[in-house]
């Protein structure tokens, strides 16, 4: 290899910077909304290429209405001088479902070739073209979109074709290495003109079907080698697992683990109705009867996000004095002196009602009342929060009778999703909300195996119709 061949590839080495884009701090960025068009950052769908969230995109009515966010921190930036270019789409929904050409997320850039300071050009790097019959044997092809799943476009290596001159109306694409050839001080500009900054992140318009929802994750752009990868993330806070504890027969405490993601570090944390001026993530609780604490997460930028956590207490006291405790014996609860409390657990009765608290036994120590049951049970739904639907999975391992009901925030029984037996293993089911109000639910899952139980429970909030 020649000096001069070395120096050449030493001038591009590969290096990258991730940079998060949140909805308290843009990072350069900006929103651009109009119309019936929704933009937001949120967590998923699915599972993101980077993180755990995405930027979304939904047009209901998008041949007449645009949703973006554009970046103008590279206004002038000469095109020849980019070497990596591409993105991450996913397709949550949109009208014309089997029509493999239609209705993603798009990229827009305004060029200016000549030097007069006017985007004359717009740029756009289609997902929907980028396959047969669009690419025929110019570029890659990268395959048809596809509703429900995370792609990734190589807009390096893609086709091109300048606004209205849709490849799907019978224009051909074109390369950026074409393009520069032919205009080889074309630069990106921020034109206010066209709207503002130079590089834009679309959904809907003209030629889309409507209803449609997309989010963008994991935009690439690398200059002269050097590549900044954008991670679109919606700031949160995480309060942790719901919990269950027992109340009346050993420690009721239990620790609240608390997180954030997204925003600026560092975070600052503050509990409720706990007053805790420790600023810790985890807080040790020790409530009587079940409460819902509120975490709240504030970043460096001012941005506070809230999240609830809900600790069930099982009451196990009874007597007159409520001095004595709840066994389940045989099946039936029964009131016992706490000083017999532990020979009933010797012989597998356990502590409270079967159907309702967490299992206390002999052999888990009864002096132990927060029993986890996450190597027992497993319970989540996506979408959640949702409107009319969502999918509850929920696994077990063994088999045994299971059993899933959901519950309002006042603790009052309002459906049976489940009850049967089960092998051990994963599972799903399709859950409609009906004439249920919006509002918080808790779903609980009870496993009866080799006569015992473990419950879980879990969060679900239901938006408004």
Known sequence: MSLSTMLLCTKFLFSQTIVTVTDCNLNGWIKDQRGTTKIKFLNGPSTPPLGKGSFQIAAPDARSNVGRIRNGQYS???????TELSFSTFIEQRSLMENPYSDAPFIVLQVDSDGDNIAEWHLVFDPGSQS????????????????GVWQNWDMYHGGWFDGG???????????????ISQHPNAIILNDATQGGAGIRVSGGGPVSSGNFIGDVDNFKIGVNGVTTIYDFEFTTANAGADKTVIYGYGSNCVTLDGSASGGMAPYSYSWSPYS??????????????????TLTVTDKNGCSRTDDVTV???????????DKVQVTHNGEVICVAKEAAPAHLNH???????????????????????????????ISNYPNPFVNSTQI???????????????????????????????AGEYTLDFVRGDLSRGVYYSRITLLTSGRYFSQTHRLLILSH
């Open 348 to 378: 597998g009765d356990i502590i409270g009602s079967a159907e309702l608290s967490p299992v206390v036994t002999a052999t888990n120590k009864a002096t132990q009342n927060e029993i986890s049951a996450h190597s027992q049970l497993k």
């Open 132 to 147: 047969q019959p669009f690419v025929q044997n110019n570029f890659p092809d990268q395959g048809k979109t596809k509703v």
């Open 393 to 423: 999975k929920y696994g077990l391992s063994a088999d045994g009778t299971a059993m899933i009901k959901l519950y309002d925030i006042s603790g009052k029984e309002v459906a049976t999703l489940l009850n049967e037996y089960k092998k």
């Open 165 to 179: 001159d849709d490849p799907q109306n019978g224009f051909p694409l074109f390369s950026l290495a074409t393009f």
């Open 276 to 293: 805790d001026a420790s600023n810790n993530a985890s807080l040790k609780v020790c409530p009587a009867t079940t409460t819902t604490y």
């Open 312 to 322: 069930n207490v099982n009451d196990v006291r009874c007597g007159n004095k409520m």
């Open 76 to 82: 002038r930036l000469l095109l020849s001088t980019i």
